[in-house]
């Protein structure tokens, strides 16, 4: 048996630790690794992308099969599960570092990127315009590693309670059909 093809999504909507929980639980997903993209700096850390000098959003890299689930399928997901409608920001999350973007790996990306939007913007799911970035990618940097399945290893601590276990409910009552078994 042949071995699976996978394809490599990258995306920033906020908090990493949020974006990671929620496509680590979709099945075709292999792998989801939080880290920093779309900044100038090299080998960035926690500490200097917070300062919003580095350029770098926290983002997640997925490793995914496009024959089990699709690069449009997950953009559904990643604009259902954060806000796109606010400017560097999610929540009480302020600043570049935490904006929307789509880092596209091919032109194919780009393509289904912009048509995402436009079928969501067409549907009037926000009230709001979109400001997602969509911009290509050009560098991932591994968070350290106390960031890498953060929710899995602190799901007890007040912040995983609060915030990404209601976003984690949120995607599993819309998306149960996309649930790995």
């Known amino acids: 048996m042949a071995p699976a093809m996978t ?3 990258t995306l920033a909507g906020g908090c990493f630790w949020c974006i990671e929980a929620i496509f680590s639980e979709i099945e075709g997903v292999h792998k989801v690794e939080s880290g920093y993209s779309g900044g100038t700096v090299a080998n960035p850390s926690y500490e200097d992308v917070s300062s919003g000098e580095t350029g770098h959003a926290e983002a997640v890299q997925i490793t995914f099969d496009p024959s089990v689930v699709s690069y ?25 570092q935490y904006r929307s973007a789509i880092l596209y790996h091919s032109p194919e990306q780009k393509a289904v990127a912009d048509s995402v939007i436009a079928e969501i913007t067409a549907a009037k799911i926000w009230d709001r315009p979109i400001v997602t970035q969509v911009v290509p ?19 007890n601590q007040p912040y995983c309670r609060l915030v990404i276990a209601p976003k ?8 149960l059909q996309m649930l790995k078994k």
Request: hydrophobic share 30%.
């Open 137 to 155: 990618f050009t560098n991932f940097y591994s968070a350290e590693g106390y960031h890498q399945q953060y929710y899995e290893n602190n799901s």
């Open 168 to 175: 984690v409910a949120k995607f599993r009552q819309h998306y």
């Open 72 to 96: 449009r399928d997950l953009l559904r997901v990643f604009f259902t599960v954060h806000d796109p409608t606010t400017l560097n920001r999610q929540g009480e999350d302020i600043g570049t």
């Open 7 to 9: 394809s490599i999504a």
